[in-house]
């Protein structure tokens, strides 16, 4: 399996992988998690007056695949949100819909997180629905509340840094070793930078981060992350 690009830190006691993907990943029990595929969205804006290439579904399936390929993993944990609305589903061109389906069956265990845009995951695509779940120390819901072993998504964390005269703003993992909220993996999700009052409810103070790069992922401490104006 290839971690040359990645960043690994101890999460509540367990080996995580902040996965160039923007996909979290637990070796020790193959365990792949993933935030906010939000799939359709694109259609959805459409629905509302504001085009947007059609193309969001295919290029967060594109990524999830690679990553699957890549790791393998025995569990995949999508953390809600993971169809931009109840409609979805019924808007998913059926190429698309057979991918997703096909990469369902290739994973062992495929669990479906209720997010607050989809409470009720379609079922077409197989896999398991949960309001959260426990696997060892950790928890694996939506939106994050904060307690120790919570991995959660729900806030999109972005993080922006300056260095070398340039400054920088991308998609992240936010941590502090107790609790961790993952990127979002959609094509058009945007982001919430960390610096935000949303992240210190749940981590407290702002949380360290691990910034998504062309080619791997930076660990960044929170002392180094600027808020969006200064």
Known sequence: MAFEDRSAWSLSGVEAIADRSGALYLPGERVLAVADLHFEKGSAFAAKGIFLPPY?????????????????????????????????????????ADTLAALVRSVADWVWIEGNHDPVPPPRFGGSIAGELSLGPLTFRHEPAGGVGEVAGHLHPCAKVSGNGRTLRARCFASDGNRAVLPSFGAFTGGLNVRDAAFAKVFGCCPDAWVIGRRTVYPIAARRLLPDRR
Do not use: C, N, Q, W
């Not at 569990?75 to 698309?96: K, P, Q, V």
């Open 56 to 96: 969001d579904t295919r290029a967060t399936l594109t990524r999830l695949a690679e990553v699957i390929a890549r790791l393998k993993p025995r569990t995949l944990i999508a953390l809600g949100d993971s169809f931009h609305d109840l409609g979805a589903d019924g808007r998913m061109d059926e190429a698309d």
